[in-house]
């Protein structure tokens, strides 16, 4: 049973392009949390999503960012037009259910985004 | 914002008990504290958690207060691959509310 898969693991980009970040949780899982961690930083909460809608996007970037989470594949973290500041890692998590309470998050081994 | 406060950096020898603390004055009664840990270069995992008693699973033990206003996590023999940053992390029960991660502590284990 593999866990979270993310891919790619490392991604460079130069200013201006796109970066697609690809998310499958893990088997069974119908919810998907984005996660960005800046360097030296802790993990800041990007957005919540369920099988084809967006739950909560209170910690996406207003501008440039947008994700989504198909009925069929992964769950994609899109970001147009990338800049030096959106160098960080991008965790995606998954939980079978909504997290809360006693509810654990699973969280993939990352997506390393470097922009020159 | 994180609700809990914890050091932002710890030291331990190995082999030796470890003990973390975490400081959440304003817990409510109903929010799970649950502790994860992130390890050099990788995502984060899930460690343990609790309501009111103290837990203990194969990772980890978990004290928490009576006025559950503070908690400890207790790695019984550091090894240096638990050289890692731990966050202590409020659940509210409503459902619906993503984790919010701190700072947390990093751990360094030294042979």
């Known amino acids: 049973n593999a866990g979270v898969m993310q891919n790619p693991r490392h991604l460079v980009r130069r200013r201006g392009q796109e970066a697609r970040l690809r998310c499958s949780p893990m088997?069974?899982?119908?919810?998907v949390y984005w996660y960005r961690q800046l360097p030296e930083e802790g993990l800041k909460f990007m957005v919540y999503?369920?099988?084809?809608?967006?739950?909560?996007e209170s910690g996406m970037p207003k501008e440039r960012f947008s994700a989504e989470f198909p009925k069929e594949g992964p769950s994609i973290l899109r970001i147009q037009q990338v800049v030096r500041g959106d160098s960080a890692a991008y965790f995606c998590a998954s939980s079978i259910i909504p997290i809360s309470g006693a509810n654990v998050l699973t969280f993939g081994a990352g997506s390393r985004l470097t922009v020159l | 914002d994180a609700k809990t406060t914890q050091p932002n950096s710890m030291e331990s020898n190995e082999e030796e008990p470890v003990h973390l603390p975490c400081n959440h004055s304003?817990?409510?009664?109903?929010?799970?504290i649950h502790w994860y840990r992130q390890l050099p270069s990788q995502g984060p995992e899930y460690v343990i958690h609790g309501l009111t008693s103290n837990v203990n699973n194969r990772m980890a033990s978990l004290a928490i207060a009576e006025d559950r206003k503070s908690s400890t996590l207790i790695l019984h023999r550091a090894t240096l691959r638990d050289a890692a940053v731990y966050y202590c992390i409020l659940s509210t029960a409503s459902g619906n509310t993503p984790l919010v991660f701190g700072k947390g502590t990093r751990l360094s284990v030294i042979a």
């Open positions: 304003t817990i409510s009664g109903t929010d799970y």
């Open positions: 088997k069974g899982h119908s919810h």
């Open positions: 999503l369920q099988k084809e809608n967006i739950i909560d």
